[in-house]
């Protein structure tokens, strides 16, 4: 009586490992999910601006740029305009590193602080010549078709008399560049942009307070 049991425990212990080796390579079939690791993006570092001979002879004081309630966040945000324009959408795993705003603001001061006497900040004991105001009114890649993106920077641009308050200058600036239709294309293209956007201020800024400079001088 004891052959048979024996016998079938062999037949088990050899299905038991047939099932194993068949599961195993069965396993090595089923593509493994891969894990997504969540990518953020600022702007790159910032070109190394030469400080000589500054093209706005005074202090700036720049505030945190402002920025609607649909940009207050790191999301990049896209528009399907041939679905429906006024609805945003966020990638799902890519990010920026902070709100445009806040990359934008640490961007317009690194290029200033090179461009002028001097930039500072609200809170700051020092007094300054000129302040600059700036409002985000887009930062977006929008989608004609799924295959077709580009993105659109604009933003508004006041530059006042710091001491009189007084308006020396008010601006648009806007931007639209073509770019690949996906977030690694939206960054690239909207980084472009903010370095055109903050050459072109500092550009604008220089000539409006040198105009504020000869003004000043014809009334002594």
């Known amino acids: 009586m004891s052959e048979p049991a024996s016998g079938s425990h062999r037949r088990c212990a050899r299905e038991a490992v047939a099932f194993a080796l ?23 570092p910032p070109p190394g601006y030469v400080r000589s001979n500054p093209a706005i002879g005074g202090t700036v004081l720049i505030p945190p740029v402002g920025a609607p309630a649909w940009l207050d966040d790191a999301g990049i945000v896209y528009r399907l305009l041939y679905e429906d324009p006024s609805r945003t959408h966020v990638y799902a795993i890519n990010r920026w590193a902070a709100e445009p705003a806040a990359l934008l603001t640490d961007r317009v001061r690194a290029r200033f602080s090179a461009a002028s006497v001097g930039v500072v900040a609200p809170g700051f004991s020092a007094r300054s010549d000129y302040t600059l105001r700036l409002e ?3 930062f977006s890649q929008h989608f004609k078709g799924p295959a077709q ?9 006041t530059l006042l008399d710091s001491d009189g308050r007084r308006l020396l200058a008010q601006r648009v600036f806007d931007y639209d560049r073509a770019a690949e239709p996906n977030a690694p294309g939206a960054v690239k293209a909207l980084a472009g942009a903010t370095d055109a956007f903050v050459e072109d ?20």
């Open 136 to 138: 985000l009114e887009d």
């Open 22 to 44: 068949a599961a195993a390579l069965g396993a090595c079939s089923i593509p493994r999910p891969e894990s997504v690791v969540p990518t953020s993006y600022d702007f790159g």
């Open 201 to 220: 201020l500092v550009k604008w800024t220089a000539e409006h307070a040198k105009g504020a400079v000869r003004k000043g001088d014809e009334k002594r």
């Open 149 to 157: 993106s580009a993105v659109q920077l604009r933003a508004r641009a």
